[in-house]
């Protein structure tokens, strides 16, 4: 899929979103993007899993940070023909809950739906190195840092696009009075 083909499939399914935004990472956006709807469509939840699990091998098991990882880790492991689980955060700290585990030297694959900071995906990887597996690479369908995260692993993302955040101080949408909406699925303290 080229840039525009993807652009295409986010303005069918809804998927970008403006105005005025608090993120997970507690920075506001005029933009959001709310890759849970392109997961509505089997369709494109198996392409963008295909671009990224392309370019992956010798994965033993993908795991991504609830919520927005949940669909995407199946989809991968899938095409990968690995084993998938979730973390899921528990009184505020990521774990693996459910009976989810690493196997002691997995090669792992973390997979998010979209990346602003990295937060999400890093706590992860911290996860995943405490249980004795490897991590073999990170992928996400949006990059929304313009490929400024650095995870320390191979990082593939299906687009790779800067959008402008602010600190809630610094947001000139803040300064306009205009309200925000949370659409995330993290509660910020």
Not at 1 to 11: T, V
Not at 24 to 45: E, I, N, V
Not at 104 to 127: H, I, M, N, Q
Request: hydrophobic share 40%.
């Amino acid at each position: 899929m080229n840039r525009e083909e993807i652009l295409d499939i986010f303005r069918e399914t809804g998927v970008m979103l403006e105005g005025h935004f608090l993120l997970t990472s507690g920075r506001h956006s005029d933009r959001y993007m709310q890759c849970a709807k392109l997961f509505q469509y089997p369709r494109y939840s198996e392409m963008f899993a295909g671009e990224i699990a392309a370019s992956f091998s010798g994965i033993d098991l993908v795991a991504g940070p609830a919520v927005g990882g949940i669909i995407l880790a199946y989809e991968v492991s899938r095409r990968l023909g690995a084993t998938n689980i979730y973390a899921e955060r528990e009184n505020g700290a990521m774990t693996f809950r459910r009976g989810f585990f690493v196997p002691e030297g997995a090669s792992v694959l973390v997979v998010e739906d979209v990346v602003t900071t990295g937060g999400s995906v890093r706590e992860v990887l911290d996860l995943v190195a405490k249980s004795g597996g490897k991590a073999a690479g990170v992928g996400c369908v949006v990059d929304r840092s313009g490929g400024k995260v650095d995870f320390g692993v191979p990082f593939k993302q299906v687009l790779s696009m800067e959008v402008v955040s602010y600190e809630p101080d610094e947001c000139p949408l803040c300064a306009k009075g205009m309200p925000f909406v949370k659409p995330g699925s993290r509660n910020l303290k």
